[in-house]
């Protein structure tokens, strides 16, 4: 088996966790490729070392002494050097990256040293091969990743029978100049390796015990969820469940690659599974009918409404090409026979909500145009709820005992999930209801 693992920053904020990450390799021989994120912050007035580094750059930009950013930085790993006695030269690694600073240094070599330094660190400390991120991972010049000419480029390095330890979060272009991902990129090297050394799992090791069934900010102790599917995850993350970058999705979900969410303080916990198809297990024990929910607040809905106006063709598409214009991203546009809204984030419309009312007026000769704000949309997302009559009645008449007002439906055909809207004051009651009733299982019965 071959497992591609991944470790955030919180996981190698300090010699105590590499330690634990140590354990973590140590205990299991099939953890053969491991992507290092630069050090976390250890405890609340620690920094990240990549928010230091980008801090670094600006102070270098407005021509402000950075010495007291640097130490930070070079402290920082000093102290991981002692603690776990390793032999790496600092030193020598600060001076390069110090001579390069006071040059052209760019801001993408600059930011990529916390992974860089952290994942050689960890290199030495597992005995592992350290592996260069900028000799493997490739980016064509339009900012893609190669994955071909990474996959060769990996198999050209690799001595067999060792653990490589490679760092995340950045790559180089073919010219060899470095480039960075998004932030939280880490994830998405994590992933492409995964892709290009066929993993059998993707474990990703961060500080939480996978992903909760709900925000623990609105439900005390969601349970978390075992299993998920790429789909459902999508659909939770989309409305604001973060637990994996976006883009460290798609490299694994096309080679059926799943993802384990891991937590580096509690290993013994299995975490999240999320995978493309979670039928073998749900045929062990059958999912919840809801898997998560997740959801915004801040949207705005605006209504057109004319008599018979669900018969003029062409509405739609002159209503979409008006948000088009303006750049706005739409949610969702529900329906009716003479009236129709489309629901949007208020903050995207805020500056030219009333350029948009008059095109749309225009457009669609239409005199009724308004629009409600404070509006929050929630996801309930879940593979279970799928063939399963009456489930929405459930729902709905949940919300309706608890004197909710439900503002929008919208259920897609492949049903699993339903998007209610509720007045932004209604979001964290609306939530807790529907994990109360569904997920506190004996509610159901
Ligand atoms: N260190 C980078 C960041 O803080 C990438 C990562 O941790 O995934 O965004």
Known sequence: MIKVVKFGGSSLASATQFKKVKNIIDSDKDRIFIVASACGKSDNEDHKVT????????????????????????????DIKKELHLEIDLEKEFKVIKNLMNKDISIDYLVSRGE????????????????????????????????ER?????????????????PGFYGALPNGTIKVMSRGGSDISGSILANIVNADVYENWTDVSGLLIADPRIVDNPETINYITYDELRELSYMGANIIHDEAIFPVSEKNIPINIRNTNKPEHPGTMILND?????????????????????????????????????????????????????????????????????????????????????DLICDNVTVIDKIALIAVVGRGMKNKPGM??????????????????????????????????????????IYNKFITRSALL
């Open 116 to 147: 860089y330094l952290t994942a050689k660190c960890l290199a030495e400390y597992l005995n592992g091969q350290f592996i260069d991120a900028s000799e493997v991972i490739s980016f064509n010049y339009d900012g893609k990743v190669n994955f």
């Open 392 to 433: 929405s009645g459930l729902l709905f008449g949940q919300l309706g005992k608890n004197n909710i007002n439900i503002r929008i439906i919208n259920q897609a055909a492949d049903e699993i999930d339903i998007i209610i809207g509720v007045d932004n004051a209604d979001f964290e009651k609306t939530i807790r209801c």
């Open 278 to 362: 979670c039928s073998k297990q749900d045929a062990i024990k059958p999912p919840n009918f809801i898997t998560g929910i997740s959801g915004k607040k801040n949207f705005s809905v605006i209504t057109v409404n004319k008599p018979q106006i669900s018969r003029e063709i062409g509405r739609l598409r002159k209503t979409l090409q008006v948000f088009e214009d303006f750049n706005i991203s739409v949610e969702s546009v529900p329906s009716g026979v003479d009236s129709f809204s489309v629901i949007v984030e208020t903050e995207a419309i805020e500056k030219v909500i009333y350029e948009i009312i008059a095109r749309l007026k225009k």
């Open 51 to 78: 928010d230091l580094l980008y801090l670094c750059h600006a102070h270098i930009k407005f021509g402000v002494s950075y010495d007291d950013l640097f130490n930070m930085i070079y402290n920082k790993y000093m």
């Open 150 to 166: 990474s996959e060769q480029n990996l198999r050209s390095k690799i001595e067999n029978g060792r653990r490589v330890v490679i």
